[in-house]
């Protein structure tokens, strides 16, 4: 097999009994690289001297017997807010289109503890907001990857790298993942140091991270978080799950809720007990307390520079600053004490289930590059800080990734992680690189 | 949610103090984002809470 397939655990395995070496590795993802940027522009920087360095550094401790970690010789993409020590970090907007970290955002040293080479930065929207990035849809080049965590998606799901971080406000990290078809994992608020990540707003921006397994997935939760969290937790029994049936269905598109319907068949006919479940009344006010939030802390963010400079960013995100701006602190206030109730309700909601399922987006990856999708399956998770991760489940007629979002309690990511591998082996996605071209 | 006059008279509002901040145009090309902002606003002043409902975050609940 050649080596840009294979999955994080292989290429593991292999590197650990020294058939495969780091600098092997990285020249086969660089070389995909190279094949595919041209079409599908997910990168802002490939920092091929680093990772080369990097790469040399770690196939020679591999042959003195030394391993850093799990992901010793493992390059992984990393979304272009990440703070990443002399090398340039856009956040996607001119304003820092010069700018040179001099130090590791707090993930980035615990990937690099565990071994892992920077291969480069990816693409994301401006200020990891709604303004696209340039990058194309693997699946189809005349669509988008999602957003706002584009480059990463799409750099995984190619083959470009075989993990990637992103970062989730509202549905930054399951979005893309979906439209891709990875997996995609959006942790509980706060598990993974957010700090010398750029913010768009604190309270809802996560650290999360794209694989294209969840058995990948794994092994990269335990290096971010500890393998008490990353560690699968292996089912008894197949999992009872409840099916939201409010909210959803009435955003959903046909063929998604088609497509959703059709993955719990499959689900059911492998013995997970799949029941319907009634959303909290305080669910029909999340979306605005969501949009208070964002707008309310990106306002707070951005105000000195937007101030001095407002046409320094693009349309969409300088409208969302001018918005926010003008939210009464009162309302905002509000917000964040309708985020307890909120997270109360649903903790209480899950209380019979191994989980919660939804739809992971409202559509498949949209035509064209204007618009990143709508987060609103996304967003209400964002907002309560529940974990959640997506698998893919299927595809529309015209062959578009369809995703299972599964959404968990607080800190439970051993246990999602435990559902979504009998998800994902039951629903039989492959997980090989797509082909773009 | 209170009615669709109040929300028409808060995205004026809005709208007039976005003139005056940053234009006449830059505020009507903003329109859409202060609708959506209005009706997120008048939804979270509407909602009832408890004297006890604190800001939780996940971690904590």
Request: proline share 7%.
């Given at each position: 097999m050649e080596a840009y397939k294979l999955g994080i655990s292989k290429a593991s395995e292999l590197i650990h009994c020294g058939a495969l070496t780091p600098s092997q590795l990285l020249e086969a993802l660089l070389k995909r690289i190279e094949l595919l940027e041209p079409y599908l522009e997910a990168w802002v920087t490939v920092?091929?001297?680093?990772?080369?360095?990097?790469?040399?550094?770690?196939?020679?401790?591999?042959?003195?017997?030394?391993?850093?970690?799990?992901?010793?010789?493992?390059?992984?993409?990393?979304?272009?807010?990440?703070?990443?020590?002399?090398?340039?970090?856009?956040?996607?907007?001119?304003?820092y289109g010069d700018f040179v970290p001099k130090v590791d955002a707090a993930s980035i040293r615990l990937l690099k503890e565990a071994?892992?080479?920077?291969?480069?930065?990816?693409?994301?929207?401006?200020?990891?907001?709604?303004?696209?990035?340039?990058?194309?849809?693997?699946w189809n080049l005349n669509h988008t990857p999602g957003g706002s965590s584009s480059g990463s998606a799409a750099a995984v799901s190619s083959g470009m790298c075989q993990a990637a971080l992103g970062s989730q406000t509202g549905g930054s990290v399951i979005r893309p993942a979906t439209f891709c078809g990875v997996v995609g994992v959006k942790p509980t608020y706060g598990l993974i140091?957010?700090?010398?990540?750029?913010?768009?707003?604190?309270?809802?921006d996560h650290v999360g991270f794209f694989t294209r397994s969840v058995e990948d997935a794994a092994l990269l939760l335990s290096a971010l978080a500890g393998e008490e969290h990353g560690r699968p937790r292996e089912l008894n029994r197949p999992p009872?799950?409840?099916?939201i049936r409010g909210y959803f269905p009435?955003?959903?598109?046909e063929e998604v809720w088609r497509g959703h319907e059709q993955a719990l068949e499959v689900l059911r006919d492998a013995g997970a007990e799949v029941l319907d479940v009634p959303l909290p009344d305080v669910f029909e006010v999340v979306p605005?307390?969501?949009?208070?939030?964002?707008?309310?802390?990106?306002?707070?963010?951005?105000?000195?520079?937007?101030?001095?400079?407002?046409?320094g960013y693009r349309r969409n995100i300088r409208?969302?600053?001018?918005?926010?701006?003008?939210?009464?602190?009162?309302?905002?206030?509000?917000?964040?004490?309708?985020?307890?109730?909120?997270?109360?309700?649903?903790?209480?909601?899950?209380?019979?289930?191994?989980?919660?399922?939804?739809?992971?987006?409202?559509?498949?990856?949209?035509?064209?590059?204007?618009?990143?999708?709508?987060?609103?399956?996304?967003?209400?998770?964002?907002?309560?800080?529940?974990?959640?991760?997506?698998?893919?489940?299927?595809?529309?007629?015209?062959?578009?990734?369809?995703?299972?979002?599964?959404?968990?309690?607080?800190?439970?990511?051993?246990?999602?992680?435990?559902?979504?591998?009998?998800?994902?082996?039951?629903?039989?996605?492959?997980?090989?690189?797509h082909e773009p071209i | 949610m209170k009615g669709p006059v109040e929300?028409?008279?808060?995205?004026?509002?809005?709208?007039?103090?976005?003139?005056?901040?940053?234009?006449?145009?830059?505020?009507?090309?903003?329109?859409?984002?202060?609708?959506?902002?209005?009706?997120?606003?008048?939804?979270?002043d509407s909602f009832n809470l408890d004297p006890r409902d604190e800001p939780f975050m996940a971690e904590e609940v």
């Open positions: 920092d091929e001297e680093g990772a080369r360095l990097q790469a040399e550094r770690l196939t020679g401790e591999a042959e003195n017997g030394r391993f850093r970690g799990a992901l010793h010789g493992i390059p992984v993409g990393v979304k272009d807010i990440y703070y990443t020590s002399g090398v340039r970090t856009t956040m996607g907007s001119p304003l071994g892992a080479i920077i291969i480069g930065k990816t693409e994301t929207t401006e200020f990891a907001q709604a303004d696209p990035a340039p990058t194309r849809n693997p140091s957010k700090r010398g990540v750029y913010p768009l707003a604190w309270s809802l009872r799950i409840g099916v009435e955003l959903a598109h605005s307390a969501h949009r208070v939030i964002m707008a309310s802390e990106s306002a707070s963010v951005h105000e000195e520079m937007f101030r001095t400079d407002p046409h409208a969302m600053i001018a918005a926010g701006l003008m939210v009464p602190a009162s309302t905002y206030l509000r917000a964040l004490r309708i985020r307890g109730r909120f997270i109360e309700a649903m903790s209480a909601t899950m209380e019979d289930f191994d989980c919660l399922v939804t739809p992971s987006t409202t559509t498949p990856a949209l035509r064209g590059l204007e618009s990143t999708g709508n987060p609103a399956f996304n967003a209400p998770w964002s907002y309560g800080g529940l974990p959640t991760i997506t698998v893919p489940c299927g595809l529309t007629r015209g062959g578009l990734p369809l995703g299972l979002q599964i959404v968990d309690l607080p800190l439970n990511e051993s246990h999602m992680l435990g559902v979504a591998e009998w998800c994902e082996g039951v629903l039989g996605f492959p997980k090989d690189p | 929300k028409e008279s808060l995205v004026k509002r809005l709208l007039n103090e976005a003139a005056s901040n940053w234009g006449h145009e830059e505020a009507e090309s903003m329109r859409a984002v202060i609708e959506g902002i209005a009706e997120a606003i008048i939804r979270v």
